[in-house]
């Protein structure tokens, strides 16, 4: 189940998720992007298995909240779950996006965008996660500038502010 949201992120009911997309209806989601130390952004790419964006890569991890669950809640639940790290997350931001997506599936979100930093070693859950690998940030730049197809709507929409953001600037300094 998702939780259905109006442009301002006010709760409106619950609807299971591929019913969600599958109606292309606003609903609350969430996006983690996780640094190491030296700077590098953990990415995931996709089980092959998901019902939509299979095989893409993305951000560390993403998500959406059950009903009754705060946002900041079901992020740490689902980095946990996924990658088996646990983490301080900041909020940096929020967006809203709609695209249509293959299989006549539609990602209309209200999307909570996290940060957080961890030399964790990830231990990803295979029914999510087909692969990962840490970035720096100049190389995934260019993978995204000359592969765009490879990467998730969300992940493309959010990356770049992302990484202008003076919190996360501090982090991995001007790479």
Same mark, same amino acid.
């Given at each position: ?12 009911g619950s609807m299971e998720k ?8 606003? #609903?609350?989601? !969430?996006? *983690? ?6 700077? &590098? ?6 089980? /092959? ?39 301080s997350l900041k909020l ?19 999307? #909570?965008?996290? !940060?957080? *930093? ?6 990803? &859950? ?6 990962? /690998? ?42």
């Amino acid at each position: 189940m998702v939780i259905l949201v109006d442009e301002q992120d006010n709760p409106l009911g619950s609807m299971e998720k591929f019913m969600a997309h599958q109606k292309g209806v606003l #609903h609350r989601a !969430f996006s *983690i992007f996780i640094f190491n130390s030296c700077g &590098d952004l953990l990415l995931q790419q996709r089980a /092959k298995s998901k019902y939509h964006s299979a095989g893409l890569w993305s951000n560390s991890c993403c998500g959406h909240p059950l009903p009754g669950e705060e946002t900041i809640d079901a992020a740490n639940r689902r980095l946990h779950e996924e990658f088996g790290i646990q983490t301080s997350l900041k909020l940096l931001f929020s967006f809203q996006y709609n695209v249509a997506l293959e299989n006549g599936l539609t990602e209309n979100e209200f999307d #909570h965008v996290y !940060f957080g *930093i961890s030399d964790a070693h990830p231990v990803p &859950d295979s029914e999510e996660i087909e692969t990962w /690998k840490y970035m720096n940030t100049a190389d995934l730049r260019d993978m995204i500038s000359t592969n765009d197809k490879d990467f998730t709507c969300w992940f493309k929409l959010c990356v770049e502010r992302v990484l202008l953001s003076s919190e996360v600037v501090g982090i991995i300094g001007n790479r």
